[in-house]
């Protein structure tokens, strides 16, 4: 079946530093690929997203890239604050399925 | 905030009850979502309404089922609980367009049920 694996589960960065979580896809037809940030007891947030149609996504300090041969993307971090401290979750979508797949999410902790 | 909307925000109740979880989509959505997260645990897709339709189901054990209503408000019935049942219960919506790429979801605050 459907399945998104994501690593790794707990990442620990100093403040400054760039992290990088990967996540690999199975099904090949998928094509929309968010990630959401949740915080302790809250919603998960949206943060960024990307289309089969393009590699690479930068906002500000989050960026996604996208390899659909190897079926993996991953979202990368720069320049890490206190405030990024959250768990991390990718997601993969396939058309006409009309629901996510959800990796087993990071646990980001940005040391001070 | 989203615009989505749940109640309520906590609940404990014992084993072998009956409860029911309340959503409230964002205004302009017609499709809402319902996720499980256990403790600790990635986000289980339980099953998708579009209008007042069914039309995804995940890994939605029997004892569960839900229900989209004409205010497109849904509510996610679990019965027969048991203690593995306790878990952050999330709702999501978006706008359910049949388009190439789906669309964001956007979660609602969750409601925290406790089993006891």
């Known amino acids: 079946g459907e399945n998104v694996e994501q690593h790794p589960s707990t990442l620990s960065v100093q403040e400054g530093d760039s992290a990088v979580i990967k996540c690999t896809y199975s099904d090949s037809a998928s094509n929309y690929f968010p990630w959401y940030k949740q915080e302790l007891g809250k919603r998960p947030q949206l943060i960024i997203d990307?289309?089969?149609?393009?590699g690479e996504k930068k906002d500000q300090r989050i960026a996604v890239t996208l390899n659909k041969t190897a079926k993996h993307f991953s979202l990368h971090i720069t320049e890490t604050q206190p405030e990024d401290s959250a768990v991390y979750f990718c997601?993969?979508?396939?058309?006409?399925?009309?629901?996510?797949?959800f990796g087993t999410g990071t646990r980001l902790k940005v040391l001070a | 905030d989203s615009g989505v909307t749940q109640t309520p925000k906590h609940l404990i109740t014992a084993t072998g009850q009956r409860v029911t979880l309340r959503c409230s989509p964002r205004s302009g959505d017609l499709s809402v979502y319902w996720y499980q997260q256990s403790l600790d645990q990635g986000l289980q897709f339980l099953i998708q309404y579009y209008n007042g339709e069914e039309r995804a189901k995940g890994n939605i054990l029997e004892r569960f089922s839900a229900q989209q209503f004409p205010d497109l408000h849904s509510e996610l019935n679990l019965s027969s609980l048991e203690l593995g049942d306790s878990a952050l219960y999330f709702c999501?919506?978006?706008?359910?367009?049949?388009?190439?790429?789906?669309?964001?979801?956007?979660f609602g605050p969750g409601t925290r049920l406790l089993v006891l």
């Open positions: 999501a919506s978006s706008k359910g367009r049949r388009t190439l790429y789906q669309e964001t979801q956007y």
């Open positions: 990307i289309r089969s149609n393009v």
């Open positions: 997601a993969a979508s396939t058309p006409g399925t009309y629901k996510y797949i």
